[in-house]
């Protein structure tokens, strides 16, 4: 990087909307916003969790040209493991910018006596793959962004009344009280018992009450009526959930589907899911947005019957630290 073209420095809370233009040049198919972002980590990265942000911009004129990042995992938490990012507008890459945010973000990572990094990047990026390489991560695992075409969505039986035999009722957030605190702290129960099976890099960690409300409960994506849930006992046992797409108003993002381990292998995550297809095709969304794990294997066969195709492949990688 030209120290004469380019300089470093703190982020500052103006530089939202560049962070935002910057992620959505560089992953095209996620539109992001400035209010999103900031919301999220005013919210989210609370003690003890760290969030460390540099950006890189243009001596002559100041703009924003790229982005680094040192930040805890929410529910992987260690205090002695980050994600280090590093994100460079594609009209800037090919200067050393990307070199420069990871050689900071690794050297506060260090300061923090990190014991290692974590890091993801586009399959389909070659030249982003390479930077990984070349920093000296491993991949670990990989990861997929799929799209489901609503108007060629398989349509899967409606099986309620097989699962009511069972014992297995099912409603939506949108029918539930959420001012009850019961309701609530069934739903985080629920979300912390699946969670823990998910895939990640590290082990799992709850994340607080608090952040689950602000992450999951709050925010302009959040749709009550399309938050799924399955309940039996009276208790709730498998939840899939919709947001709405920032920018993308034709598009809905499943965010999680889980089911309680004792309640698996019954059909009711498939259940759950037909249902949130219904959902947006009746309302007039022409697809929708998930991800996958490369080693979540029931999910990836639910998608697959459904109709989703892989759009974004990505790598997640380490690296060791000292």
Do not use: C
Not at 215 to 222: A, C, I, Q, V
Not at 258 to 278: C, N, S
């Amino acid at each position: 990087m030209s120290d004469e073209t380019y300089r470093i420095r703190e982020f500052r809370s103006g530089d939202y909307p560049a962070e935002a233009r910057v992620w959505t040049r560089v992953d095209p198919g996620r539109v992001t916003s400035a209010e999103e972002i900031q919301r999220f980590e005013e919210k989210l990265f609370t003690p003890p969790m760290i969030l460390f942000k540099v950006v890189v911009e243009q001596r002559a004129s100041g703009e924003a040209a790229g982005f680094g990042y040192l930040q805890s995992d929410l529910e992987s938490f260690d205090p002695a493991t980050f994600w280090g990012l590093a994100a460079v507008d594609p009209d800037h890459q090919g200067n050393g910018l990307g070199r420069s945010l990871m050689r900071t973000v690794q050297l506060e990572a260090e300061r923090r006596n990190a014991r290692r990094l974590w890091a993801a990047v586009r399959l389909d990026d070659d030249r982003a793959v390479r930077f990984l390489e070349r920093q000296g991560f491993t991949e670990r695992r990989r990861s997929w962004r799929s799209r489901l075409d609503l108007s060629t969505a398989a349509r899967l039986p409606d099986r309620t009344e097989a699962l009511a035999r069972e014992g297995i009722s099912f409603t939506t957030l949108a029918e539930e009280d959420l001012d009850r605190p019961e309701v609530l702290r069934d739903l985080y129960d629920l979300t912390n018992a699946t969670s823990a099976d998910e895939p990640r890099l590290g082990p799992f960690t709850p994340i607080s009450f608090e952040q689950f409300v602000e992450r999951d409960l709050h925010g302009p994506t959040f749709l009550a009526d399309a938050f799924f849930l399955a309940r039996a006992g009276g208790r709730f046992v498998a939840m899939s959930s919709l947001h709405r797409a920032e920018g993308q108003p034709e598009v809905l993002e499943q965010r999680f589907t889980g089911t309680r381990r004792d309640f698996r292998g019954r059909g009711i995550a498939t259940e759950l899911k037909r249902r949130t297809v219904e959902y947006g095709r009746t309302r007039g969304y022409r697809s929708i947005r998930t991800g996958n794990d490369s080693r979540n294997d029931p999910m990836l066969a639910i998608n697959r019957k459904l109709g989703f195709r892989p759009e974004v492949q990505r790598i997640h990688a380490e690296k060791l630290l000292g």
